[in-house]
């Protein structure tokens, strides 16, 4: 049974390398990871849904409390899921680690494809960087929080939270460089972790409550928009914000492609499943919490601006019993930010492989000592990560400006690929593997909506009056970030980047840029 188990992977792995060829690129990095694998990868990289809801929850709080936690979360859910289908849909008729930009190039009319290819790349490479920073910066403060259980007395200095973050960026490196072979394991146990973790949670804080428990009527509908300064209406978009972020990386996982058994069907399939399987569990960490909130504006008063720990120890009513709510929150914090930080570093190895990023011939060599680790990527990654972390030491509001980029980053380079894929009548993807059929314009369109939505909504503050310590700076890092990309674009990229490796013959056959460029 076992050896025939072997024998079809074999097969499978074959057909990829060609399917790979057929694409344009050889293949280099080593197949290791199977549906639940990848799908497990999927959960990770979307900043897991009770990490990625827990790290900005004051900014639940802020828009409106547990309304807007708990109708926002099955909102955003839907709405996710008709990005994960787009995506999904494309990924299956183009499974290569160069994700959209490569998708662009294919889709796009002749005279376009380069630039398009070139700014989609861009943008995958910085969003990726920006989520792995804020999910490796959510660590440390969790971290920090969790030290403020036993010592509530004690703040710590922005420096001192930096100095943690590097620790956790230091901790994430050692799992990704010395354990890469083993990382489809960690992701089966972190699957464990999370799942056990979220009964343990939901049993203890159900059963405890010592702040007492609301009725199903302040869980499902109490709505306060008094903190927020902003209209209720809006209040409710603000707290639609963590939600947002747990699903922005939904499909960062294309740059895995080439490490994925059949990834024509195993990718889509991860993409998609994550979404509900994600909701589910956001459901089960919220439910609880609504149940048993304390105080909001007690809550939002904590000096570090990260409540969770308070949050726990206030409704387990011990040291102890918050401790353990929190240990269990920080351990998938730190499963998911190796996870994340593995996938980038794939993004920015694709990319370099492309010839688009500065010293590309560097980055785009793998380490045969780390089981083909592409570990200058992983290096630049992580050196990036750390470099914009001192922003931190100037401002507060850090976090949100790195979670408002990433996510707009991010939502760009889903936007452009799926709009000249509409553009162009969606012949591009008529023989996909995992077809949307008649439902894809629908699907796409949505999508678009829903990303054009996010885009407005990440740049702005979450609480009225404005100062410094609230301001949200993502949309000036957003075009910090424009800016050099267009500079290296016009110095460098413009005469080496030639897009991926594409032959003529495979140009002049898609249907979609001729259409477009007929229509031209």
Request: glycine share 8%.
């Amino acid at each position: 049974m076992s050896s025939r188990k072997e024998g079809s992977i074999e097969i499978d792995d074959v057909r990829a390398v060609d399917d790979l060829k057929e694409l344009g690129y050889e293949q280099e990095l080593v197949r290791s990871r199977r549906l639940p694998h990848i799908l497990f990868s999927a959960l990770h990289v979307r900043a897991e849904t009770p990490c990625g809801l827990a790290a900005p929850i004051a900014t639940s709080l802020v828009g409106g409390g547990p309304a807007s936690m708990f109708w926002g979360l099955l909102l955003v859910s839907l709405l996710s899921l008709f990005v994960a289908l787009s995506l999904g849909e494309i990924a299956s008729k183009y499974p290569t680690s160069a994700g959209a930009y490569y998708w662009c190039y294919r889709l796009a009319p002749a005279r376009h494809r380069l630039l398009l290819s070139y700014i989609t790349g861009w943008l995958i490479v910085t969003g990726d960087w920006m989520l792995a920073l804020s999910v490796s910066f959510a660590t440390a403060q969790f971290f920090v929080a969790g030290v403020a259980i036993f010592h509530p007395a004690w703040e710590a200095t922005a420096w001192q939270t930096y100095l943690v973050f590097l620790g956790v960026l230091l901790i994430t490196s050692t799992f990704c460089i010395f354990f890469n072979r083993h990382l489809p394991m960690l992701e089966i146990v972190s699957a464990y972790w999370m799942v056990i973790g979220l009964v343990v949670m939901l049993v203890c804080l159900s059963v405890e409550a010592k702040v007492g428990r609301h009725s199903a009527v302040f869980a499902f509908t109490h709505f306060d928009a008094s903190f927020s300064g902003w209209s209720p209406g809006w209040t409710f978009f603000i707290g639609l914000f963590p939600a947002g972020y747990t699903f922005s990386g939904v499909g960062m996982i294309a740059s895995m492609a080439e490490e994925v058994h059949k990834p024509s069907i195993n990718l889509p399939r991860a993409m998609v499943w994550s979404v509900p399987i994600g909701c589910l569990m956001g459901v089960v960490f919220i439910l609880p919490i609504n149940f048993t909130l304390p105080d909001i504006g007690v809550l939002l008063s904590v000096a570090s601006g990260q409540p969770t720990a308070v949050m726990f120890t206030m409704i387990m009513g011990s040291k102890g019993g918050g401790f353990g709510m929190w240990f269990i929150i920080f351990g998938i914090a730190l499963f998911c930010a190796i996870s994340i930080n593995c996938a980038a570093s794939r993004a920015t190895w694709s990319f370099a492989r492309d010839k688009g990023i500065p010293f590309h011939a560097a980055f785009a060599k793998l380490d045969p000592r780390f089981s083909e680790l592409p570990l200058n990527a992983f290096m630049l990654c992580i050196t990036v990560q750390a470099l914009l972390g001192l922003i931190y030491l100037g401002s507060s509001a850090a976090f949100n400006a790195f979670v408002g980029v990433e996510v707009m980053c991010l939502g760009a380079s889903y936007a452009i690929p799926i709009t000249v894929l509409l553009l162009g009548g969606r012949k591009g993807v008529e023989d996909a593997p995992y077809s949307l059929g008649k439902w894809g314009w629908a699907i796409n369109g949505i999508t678009l909506l829903w990303v054009a939505l996010e885009m407005v909504l990440f740049s702005m503050p979450a609480v009225l009056p404005v100062d410094k310590s609230t301001m949200n700076y993502a949309s000036v890092v957003f075009v910090g970030f424009a800016v050099i990309s267009a500079a290296w674009y016009m110095l460098n990229g413009r005469l080496h980047y030639a897009g991926p490796p594409v032959t003529q013959n495979v140009q002049d056959e898609n249907p979609s840029m001729e259409g477009i460029e007929a229509k031209a």
